[in-house]
């Protein structure tokens, strides 16, 4: 096939992996606008290289013209999570959007590869715009924790230094590996609802000092200069403190502050 023709072919998927890196990185952010633990912690996406499509089809015996319909991740997303429990959460939050159909799942967590690979994978069914029409792709998702990641990219540029033959001593330290992953992630899953307290706390907090600076910056434009000084001294004084309590608090004075400038100057 010519490059170029490659190239026509490859540019959906492109856009399919543009998109939808925007919109799990838009669910991040949503979760941590409203102060809660994201079961998403990172997103990564990729289009596969040409040569990798190629040699995916000569190992699979799938014929040029039926690598768009049988080779299904040439669109790659992949989710890191912190914890086993929030790959289920994800999963389970892709199935209830409206913007993607699940064509099918393999749970390689239940279901280790002999290799000691562990992850969730998904193919969805995603639709594109483009400007010869709307074209529907599949798009395999990638879920995993981070030891998961961490275990797969290791292995998989060994595969790729010993070209699929990795010696007997390298594959048993990756055994071992990938078992000390298992008992890591039980590990972290055990003190779960803490991490998760720990980070929404961050997250409350920073998302009330960032009101609160919003509001002193407002209350620059009618306050004066010695009131303000005042407003900030206190408002330092109490993040140092580190009281949630008292920073909400603080907000909500500030919030009348503000409120009672805004009618003094309509009246
Ligand atoms: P790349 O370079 O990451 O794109 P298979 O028939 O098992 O070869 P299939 O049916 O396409 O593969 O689906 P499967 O098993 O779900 O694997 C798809 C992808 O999962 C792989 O794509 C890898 O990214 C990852 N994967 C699967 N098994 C392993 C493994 O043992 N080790 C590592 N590190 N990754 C794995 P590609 O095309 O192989 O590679």
Request: one cysteine or more; proline letters at 1%; glycine letters at 4%.
């Amino acid at each position: 096939m010519e490059l170029q023709l490659w190239k026509e072919i490859l540019t959906p998927y492109d856009l399919a992996v543009e998109e939808l890196t925007v919109k799990f990185n838009h669910i991040i952010k949503e979760y941590r606008q409203q102060g809660c633990y994201s079961p998403i912690e990172q997103v990564t996406g990729r289009v596969k290289s040409i040569s990798s499509i190629i040699g995916k089809a000569q190992k699979k015996h799938i014929a040029m013209n039926e690598i768009e319909e049988r080779v299904e991740d040439i669109a790659g997303i992949r989710l890191i999570c912190q914890f086993v429990n929030d790959i289920y959460s994800v999963v389970e939050l892709i199935r209830n959007r409206s913007d993607m159909k699940v064509k099918s799942e393999k749970d390689y967590i239940t279901h280790m590869k002999e290799s000691g690979y562990r992850s969730y994978h998904i193919i969805v069914m995603y639709s594109v715009e483009t400007t010869t029409g709307t074209k529907e792709i599949p798009v395999e998702i990638q879920i995993r924790t981070l030891g998961m990641n961490f275990w797969a990219i290791i292995e998989h540029s060994l595969q790729y230094k010993y070209q699929g033959n990795i010696p007997s001593y390298v594959k048993e330290r990756l055994t071992s590996a990938s078992k000390a992953i298992i008992t890591l992630d039980n590990e972290m899953e055990s003190i779960h609802d803490d991490v998760i307290d720990a980070q929404n706390y961050y997250y409350i907090r920073a998302n009330i000092v960032s009101d609160i600076l919003g509001n002193i910056q407002n209350l620059y434009k009618c306050v004066n200069k010695k009131e303000i000084e005042k407003i900030q001294d206190e408002f330092y004084e109490i993040y140092q403190g580190g009281d949630i309590s008292k920073l909400e608090q603080f907000n909500k004075q500030l919030d009348i502050v503000a409120e009672s400038y805004r009618m003094q100057s309509m009246t």
